[in-house]
């Protein structure tokens, strides 16, 4: 049974830093590229990040307002672990963050990912 589980939400200020951990079990993680989501509350859940199965490439949100720049993604084959460290947070990072597994390739499309976790609060206050 493949389970993803998150940690590291929580509450923090504006400006302030959250490192989220997803550690998985139940597949083998090295073959996987692996990606984080967000959902706000009344919006879609919009991608994030995604790092590939070697961790040599990753690849941001783009749009305005966007991750680029704050959020680094990054894992630990051996741990079968993925993180993101989340830095410069603002009240539009508020969100429950999901971890997914992809056995293929890293893509920004919710729907090509095979596994997810049940997420983790993040929330920014200004």
């Known amino acids: 049974q493949v389970q993803l589980v998150e940690s590291g939400g929580g509450l923090v200020q504006a400006g302030g830093s959250l490192r989220l951990s997803c550690v998985a079990s139940g597949l083998t993680f090295r073959r996987y590229a692996m990606g984080w989501f967000r959902q706000a509350p009344g919006k879609e859940r919009e991608f994030v990040a995604a790092?590939?199965?070697?961790?040599?490439?990753?690849?941001?949100?783009d749009t305005a307002g966007s991750v680029k720049g704050r959020f680094t993604i990054s894992r630990d084959n051996a741990k079968n672990t993925v993180w993101l460290q989340m830095n410069n947070l603002t009240p539009e990072d508020t969100a429950v963050y999901y971890c997914?597994?992809?056995?293929?390739?890293?893509?920004?499309?919710?729907?090509?990912?095979?596994?997810w976790g049940q997420g983790t609060q993040v929330t920014v206050s200004s």
């Open positions: 997914a597994a992809n056995l293929d390739r890293i893509v920004p499309f919710a729907g090509e990912y095979d596994y």
């Open positions: 790092i590939v199965w070697s961790g040599g490439s990753s690849y941001y949100a």
